[in-house]
């Protein structure tokens, strides 16, 4: 079946650092895929997507590429404040199914 | 604004009762689902509905049941036989049940057992 791996964290790093959460995933057909923000206490909000291989979410400054070749949907941010820090979520959706699967999540401090 | 509202935040249950968590939307959105999310564990899908009077099991509904009613709003009730309620649960929904379709949240139900 379909899954998504993403790394664990806490990662802690410090402002202006970059970042890197990795993502990979596991899917039988073409899936879409999403990259999700969760701020303490709230629900979650889309920080981008990609529909098809080579296309590149971006958002707020964070960025991810389908790589259809290696199977992953890495989430990048060339420079980190201390407002990014939350959980950040890896899912995907396939045409085949009518569910989103979710990765286990990957919580984020960022230091000032 | 058009969002998802879940009521209530907070939410405290004795054994052996049920209680239902409300959610509503105003985004004119056909699917609705509801998760819950364990600390460690991601979201896990309870149930969800594409559409009014329709709704289908989802990987965890075991001690949950839930109605629609109404294209606005998907209540969920957290039965006496889910062994262990407490959890953060989340209520989303899209447009349609399309993989290219986002889901928007609400911000959440955290309920706990005295």
Redesign the interface.
Known sequence: GNSVTQMEGPVTLSEEAFLTINCTYTATGYPSLFWYVQYPGEGLQLLLKATKADDKGSNKGFEATYRKETTSFHLEKGSVQVSDSAVYFCALSDRRDDKIIFGKGTRLHILP | DGG?T?SPKYLFRKEGQNVTLSCEQNLNHDAMYWYRQDP????R?IY?S?IVNDF?K?DIAEGYSVSREKKESFPLTVTSAQKNPTAFY?C?SSIV????Q???????TRLSIL
């Not at chain 2, 460690?40 to 979201?43: A, F, H, T």
């Not at chain 2, 049940?97 to 290219?100: E, L, Q, Y």
């Open positions: 998802i879940q460690g564990q991601g979201l899908l969800y594409q289908q989802g989340l989303a049940v399309d993989s290219n986002p889901q928007h949240f609400g911000d959440g």
